[in-house]
């Protein structure tokens, strides 16, 4: 089972929430639609911020 650290999770609910909301953007600049989309985006902002979340497969 992956460890995902608290900050991690943080990441992945703001982003969720920001999915909700309408306002999540990808980096190319058009809406995020996808719940998946959305929990990538959140854990590869994590990884670029140092909290630990396991390797891209």
Excluded: C, F, N
């Excluded at 990538?40 to 911020?49: H, N, P, T, Y």
């Amino acid at each position: 089972m992956p460890k995902y650290s608290e900050k991690a999770s943080e990441k992945v609910e703001k982003t969720m929430h920001e999915l909700k909301e309408g306002t999540l953007k990808s980096g190319s600049g058009k809406k995020v639609t996808s719940k998946k989309q959305a929990i990538a985006i959140g854990l590869s902002e994590a990884r670029k911020e140092g909290d630990r979340v396991p390797k891209k497969k």
